[in-house]
């Protein structure tokens, strides 16, 4: 969902405000590309190859051991396990 909401910002150039300033259009566009796929290929390929890379980066840090309150905490004496200097 979050990719396809980038393809609406992105692309048809939509904003969050346009919910209440303009929520036929934009449930307009929203339905057709829904109603007819095959006619908009861009915004189903977008809306995949922004997902996999959303994923791949959420994907990557989760599996990296990346912890921000592991970093941050105070009094921490190491950071990842090494010495701070």
Do not use: A, H
């Not at 929203?30 to 809306?47: A, D, H, L, Q």
């Amino acid at each position: 969902m979050s990719s396809f909401g980038v393809y609406l910002g992105r692309f048809l150039r939509w904003n969050s405000w346009d919910v209440l300033n303009n929520p036929f259009g934009l449930f307009s566009d929203i339905v057709v590309r829904f109603i007819y796929p095959m006619e908009y290929t861009k915004t189903w390929g977008v809306t995949l190859l922004m997902g996999i890379m959303l994923n791949f980066m959420y994907f990557t840090f989760k599996w990296s051991g990346i912890s921000e309150e592991k970093e941050l905490r105070p009094g921490s004496k190491s950071l990842n396990g090494l010495e701070q200097f």
